[in-house]
């Protein structure tokens, strides 16, 4: 019997009374558990393996499957599903999850990312584009993406007024030193947005929630980091297309 703790990024049915479900742990990446007679599990245990749930989970291994023997609730995040916008933001990172780390690794520092984003998320206590941008440009560092963004690489300006992201490889240049025919995959950065960059990949985690920009800034970062999370990801997620859409419908914050 092993016992972890995690957090539920999906669900899927199987037949009447069971389901599948993929958690993330600390300790083991993104497992895959069955959930035998789950529509009949009721109280603690059943809310302990909804979507979203940080559980305490006693299951057991047998051959390279997974089984749910016991479950027990740390924080369900409830008020994820008050808002429309905050349950399809909180959607797309459990896919981007998914997608990225394997089963058999150690992420405690992502299982603390994810964690700390859904508080801030649940409570409102941040913006939801700004919780999407450090959510995704830290992600990306963590796996081992982390753009280069110390200093121009061409002249070696640390602070310009404005400069140049390359989206291929996350490096920059200053305004002055950008030489290119094409402007497809670069984006044009204020320094502002610089700055908040480098403090989403470089800051100790307990200040990494901690800054303050412009609506025009944020809403620039925010085209940065999405582009820059799906090209080195190469694929796009159907949870980002329909987060996106709450723009138009107004059910966006």
Avoid: W
């Avoid at 990225?100 to 964690?115: A, G, K, T, W």
């Avoid at 992600?139 to 200093?151: F, Q, R």
């Avoid at 989206?167 to 950008?178: E, N, R, V």
């Avoid at 480098?198 to 940065?224: C, G, P, T, W």
Wanted: proline letters at 1%; charged letters at 25%.
């Amino acid at each position: 019997m092993i016992t972890v703790e995690g957090i539920v990024l999906k669900e899927r049915s199987v037949g009447e009374q069971d389901k599948f479900i993929d958690i993330l742990t600390k300790e083991s990446g993104v497992l895959e558990i069955s959930v035998k007679g789950a529509r009949k599990i009721n109280g603690k245990s059943g809310s302990s393996t909804q979507l979203f749930a940080y559980s305490r989970f006693c299951i057991q291994q047998r051959r390279d499957r997974f089984y749910l023997n016991s479950a027990e609730p740390i924080h369900i995040f409830y008020g994820l599903r008050s808002s429309l916008s905050a349950i399809s933001l909180a959607s797309y990172f459990a896919d981007i999850l998914r997608s990225c780390i394997q089963q058999q690794s150690q992420r405690s520092d992502i299982m603390r990312l994810f964690l700390n984003t859904l508080h801030y998320l649940e409570k409102g206590m941040r913006a939801e584009k700004q919780l999407k941008c450090i959510f995704e440009l830290r992600l990306m560092s963590e796996i081992g993406y982390m753009p280069s963004i110390v200093a121009c690489r061409d002249c070696g300006a640390f602070e310009p007024e404005k400069a140049v992201f390359r989206i291929s490889d996350g490096s920059f240049c200053c305004d002055s030193c950008f030489r290119s025919d094409n402007s497809e995959g670069y984006f044009s950065i204020s320094k502002a947005v610089l700055n908040a960059v480098r403090h989403i990949v470089l800051v100790d985690f307990d200040r990494l929630f901690n800054f303050k920009m412009s609506e025009q800034s944020l809403n620039a970062l925010y085209e940065v980091s999405e582009a820059y999370t799906l090209a080195h990801l190469e694929r796009g997620f159907g949870t980002l297309d329909f987060y996106n859409s709450l723009d138009f419908m107004g059910n966006k914050k």
